[in-house]
């Protein structure tokens, strides 16, 4: 595609439910993140794919989040039962692949929870 | 650790001043250094990268290991440069990439 596309841009839910954030990179990008901005900080890293594998999930702040990838094309983000503090602006980024190369955004989704 | 620090979290300058975004990085290795920009409304972008040695909207970068620095610098700011400047560090032989927590620019007419 031209860019990183990810869905929904924003997304309202109640405490307590599960949300699922999609990212689908550019094609032919190995390489793709996800990247956690809240307001007022600057960029948490959350996990890195490399194809359809996550060799480091370190960034995950809790076993509510996971992530997936599949054909080494669209990542999934899901957040169970949320909570207030995941309110934040979920950034996906990709790059050709790794080290050292331009990384591209996307637009992020917009997570609040009430 | 790796990191990337921004002591800055907003600077305002008047339009033709110049403009100086400092990035301090700590890593004992061979880094790779990028400044990243997000314009109001807009997708964070690629500013421009060490590796380059370009100048990008006037902006210029130098890395100075000797201070583990990577400030970002412009001669005269324009009002179409107030945005959010983040600075970030890709460490070799890892897919990392750490980002500072941001500066915001502000250029007052």
């Known amino acids: 595609g031209a860019g990183v596309s990810q869905s929904p841009s924003n997304k309202v839910t109640e405490k307590g439910k599960d949300v699922e954030l999609r990212c689908d990179p550019i094609?032919?990008?190995?390489?793709l993140y996800w990247y956690r901005q809240s307001l007022g900080q600057g960029l948490e890293f959350l996990i890195y794919?490399?194809?359809?594998?996550?060799?480091?999930k370190s960034g995950l702040p809790s076993d509510r989040f996971s992530a997936e990838r599949t054909g080494g094309s669209v990542s999934t983000l899901t957040i169970q039962r949320t909570q207030q503090e995941d309110s934040a602006v979920y950034l996906c980024?990709?790059?050709?692949?790794?080290?050292?190369?331009?990384?591209?955004f996307g637009e992020g989704s917009w997570l609040t929870v009430v | 650790a790796q990191r990337v620090t921004q002591p800055e979290k907003l600077l305002s300058v008047f339009k033709g001043a110049p403009v100086e975004l400092k990035c301090n990085y700590s890593?004992?290795?061979?880094?790779?250094l990028f400044w990243y920009v997000q314009y109001s409304r807009q997708r964070l972008q690629l500013l421009l990268r060490?590796?380059s040695r370009e100048s990008i909207k006037g902006f210029t970068a130098d890395l100075n290991k000797g201070e583990t620095s990577f400030h970002l610098k412009k001669p005269f700011a324009q009002e179409e440069d107030s945005a959010m400047y983040y600075c970030?560090?890709?460490?070799?032989?890892?897919?990392?990439?750490?980002f500072g927590t941001g500066t915001r620019l502000k250029v007052l007419a």
């Open positions: 980024a990709s790059s050709l692949n790794p080290f050292g190369n331009t990384i591209y």
């Open positions: 094609s032919g990008h190995t390489a």
């Open positions: 794919f490399q194809g359809n594998s996550a060799p480091d």
């Open positions: 890593y004992s290795g061979s880094p790779e």
């Open positions: 060490h590796i």
């Open positions: 970030a560090l890709s460490t070799s032989g890892t897919y990392k990439y750490i």
